[in-house]
């Protein structure tokens, strides 16, 4: 058989084989084509409506994963109904987080006059500023979802700015530690109430050389003049003063946000403490009352700026014979807020003192460095 011939049936042998080997893959089925099976009697818009459908069922999960996180995150900041509140010392935080603060500043008290005291009279009354500086640093930890616990100390000093007052004030230092809890009690969406206890030991060293003099004068002056100087040496005043005040304070925090880019913190408390003076019978009872709105201008604006106004008063006095029983106060306050998990700020409080050792009420204005850090 010729060439021409045998090619027709080798091209049909060929085919064949082609065929049986189609046949026998086509019996082995993947696990693609499973799935392809299952779907076999539904026409192609069946099939892509349930694509579809799953893919739509996909994203909606994710997205309800998303809001759910963006929840708890905010939970974590104080944040109500998507408004981050601007944290200030007016009306502290009623919020359940973990955070890092710190606090440096620096004040007057304009024009004071301070009555220079003996057992009998008052026997000079000097006039001018007094200065002091602050420092403080606070740790609060949240606990549970609905408490938290905090714990800081600080510390101050003060004294005169010109002779007069230099004499009469000499120089002093106060420093404190403190802890207290805060509770949540109720939560909406947009406002927040919660329990707050705080209690602070204060303790307060100072060198009163003009009051140092007056007593010894008092003690000394009526004995003949050789005699002055052994009883100066011999007296049992003395030049450096310290005292003690501990003070235990609880009552209540709000928070409200009407709006993204407004709030509004309020804070009643009370309590009782000792007074500075241990000679004192009585101690003293404290009244802490305040208010503060602020806004957010990154809400609103590209620009990460925030602003805050504010009023309190301590009622009562918080100091007990200390230089100052009750202070009214009035602040303002400018804040950067394009990081939520980070505020940094200047606050600025201007206030009216009650003096402890005279009716006068005097002004004072206190300039802050704030920052916090929330984890």
Same mark, same amino acid.
């Given at each position: 058989?010729?060439?021409?011939?045998?090619?027709?049936?080798?091209?049909?042998?060929?085919?064949?084989?082609?065929?049986?080997?189609?046949?026998?893959?086509?019996?082995?089925?993947?696990?693609?084509?499973? @799935?392809?099976?299952? %779907?076999?009697?539904?026409?192609?818009?069946?099939?892509?409506?349930?694509?579809?459908?799953?893919?739509?069922?996909?994203?909606?999960?994710?997205?309800?994963?998303?809001?759910?996180?963006?929840?708890?995150?905010?939970?974590?900041?104080?944040?109500?109904?998507?408004?981050?509140?601007?944290?200030?010392?007016?009306?502290?935080?009623?919020?359940?987080?973990?955070?890092? @603060? %710190?606090?440096?500043?620096?004040?007057?008290?304009?024009?004071?006059?301070?009555?220079?005291?003996?057992?009998?009279?008052?026997?000079?009354?000097?006039?001018?500023?007094?200065?002091?500086?602050?420092?403080?640093?606070?740790?609060?930890?949240?606990?549970?979802?609905?408490?938290?616990?905090?714990? *800081?100390?600080?510390?101050?000093?003060?004294?005169? !700015?010109?002779?007069? !007052?230099?004499?009469?004030?000499?120089?002093?230092?106060?420093?404190?530690?403190?802890?207290?809890?805060?509770?949540?009690?109720?939560?909406?969406?947009?406002?927040?109430?919660?329990?707050?206890?705080?209690?602070?030991?204060?303790?307060?060293?100072?060198?009163?050389?003009?009051?140092?003099?007056?007593?010894?004068?008092?003690?000394?002056?009526?004995?003949?003049?050789?005699?002055?100087?052994?009883?100066?040496?011999?007296?049992?005043?003395?030049?450096?003063?310290? *005292?003690?005040?501990?003070?235990?304070?609880?009552?209540?925090?709000?928070?409200?946000?009407?709006?993204?880019?407004?709030?509004?913190?309020? @804070?009643?408390?009370?309590?009782?403490?000792?007074?500075?003076?241990?000679?004192?019978?009585?101690? !003293?009872?404290?009244?802490?009352?305040?208010?503060?709105?602020?806004?957010?201008?990154?809400?609103?604006?590209?620009?990460?700026?925030?602003?805050?106004?504010?009023?309190?008063?301590?009622?009562?006095? %918080?100091?007990?014979?200390?230089?100052?029983?009750?202070?009214?106060?009035?602040?303002?306050?400018?804040?950067?807020?394009?990081?939520?998990?980070?505020?940094?700020?200047?606050?600025?409080?201007?206030?009216?003192?009650?003096?402890?050792?005279?009716?006068?009420?005097?002004?004072?204005?206190?300039?802050?460095?704030?920052? @916090?850090?929330?984890?």
């Amino acid at each position: 058989m010729s060439v021409c011939h045998r090619l027709p049936a080798a091209l049909i042998m060929a085919v064949l084989i082609l065929v049986v080997r189609v046949a026998s893959l086509s019996a082995q089925t993947t696990p693609r084509e499973e @799935r392809a099976d299952a %779907s076999e009697g539904r026409s192609v818009d069946e099939v892509a409506s349930t694509a579809l459908a799953d893919s739509l069922e996909a994203t909606g999960e994710g997205a309800d994963a998303l809001e759910d996180q963006e929840i708890v995150q905010n939970r974590k900041l104080p944040i109500l109904d998507g408004h981050r509140f601007i944290p200030t010392s007016t009306v502290p935080d009623p919020f359940i987080t973990t955070y890092l @603060r %710190s606090n440096t500043g620096f004040g007057l008290l304009l024009d004071a006059n301070i009555p220079v005291l003996t057992e009998a009279d008052t026997v000079a009354v000097l006039q001018g500023d007094i200065a002091f500086a602050v420092l403080g640093f606070e740790y609060q930890q949240e606990i549970v979802d609905f408490l938290a616990l905090r714990i *800081g100390f600080g510390g101050a000093v003060r004294t005169g !700015t010109n002779g007069e !007052t230099l004499i009469a004030e000499g120089l002093s230092a106060t420093y404190s530690f403190f802890f207290g809890v805060t509770g949540r009690v109720f939560r909406t969406e947009n406002f927040l109430l919660s329990a707050v206890a705080d209690f602070v030991s204060n303790k307060i060293i100072g060198v009163d050389p003009f009051g140092w003099a007056v007593r010894v004068a008092e003690e000394c002056g009526d004995l003949p003049s050789e005699d002055i100087a052994d009883c100066i040496l011999d007296t049992d005043e003395e030049l450096l003063q310290s *005292g003690r005040s501990n003070t235990i304070t609880g009552g209540a925090r709000g928070a409200w946000s009407p709006a993204t880019w407004f709030g509004l913190r309020g @804070r009643v408390e009370f309590g009782a403490g000792d007074a500075f003076d241990p000679e004192a019978d009585l101690g !003293t009872t404290i009244l802490n009352l305040g208010a503060v709105a602020d806004i957010d201008l990154l809400e609103v604006t590209p620009v990460p700026i925030g602003f805050l106004l504010g009023l309190d008063a301590e009622l009562f006095g %918080s100091r007990g014979s200390d230089i100052a029983e009750s202070a009214t106060r009035f602040n303002l306050g400018l804040f950067y807020t394009g990081r939520q998990e980070f505020s940094v700020g200047v606050e600025t409080l201007f206030g009216r003192v009650n003096l402890t050792q005279s009716e006068e009420r005097v002004d004072s204005i206190t300039i802050n460095l704030r920052l @916090r850090y929330f984890f």
